[in-house]
């Protein structure tokens, strides 16, 4: 059974960080593109920023600079340190997991983020 599970979110005050993290079992996690997207209240769901099996990575223009996207082959977990957060990035944060080469792709059931202005 596949099972992705986020944790980490919670409320901060505008300027403050988070650390979520994502905990996969039941795959191959090191053959699996890792990401994490958001949704806003009435907003579509947006890519937060992806990691390759490599480590390559790659961000939303919106949270370049201020959110890290790591992970941890050993321990099976993709991480997303976010910095200087801001009210516009309150959003339900999910982990996505893409197998490589396969049609394999699983979602997290997702852990909320609110940042108070």
């Known amino acids: 059974q596949v099972q992705l599970v986020e944790s980490g979110g919670g409320l901060v005050q505008a300027g403050g960080s988070l650390r979520l993290s994502c905990a996969a079992s039941g795959i191959v996690f090191h053959i699996y593109t890792m990401a994490w997207y958001r949704q806003a209240p009435g907003k579509q769901r947006e890519l937060v920023a992806t990691i390759s099996t490599s480590g390559a990575t790659n961000y939303a223009g919106s949270v370049k600079g201020r959110f890290t996207i790591s992970r941890d082959n050993a321990k099976n977990t993709v991480d997303l340190q976010m910095y200087s957060l801001k009210p516009e990035d309150t959003a339900t944060y999910s982990c996505?997991?893409?197998?490589?080469?396969?049609?394999?792709?699983?979602w997290g059931q997702g852990t909320r983020v609110t940042v108070s202005s």
């Open positions: 996505y997991a893409s197998e490589v080469r396969g049609p394999s792709v699983y």
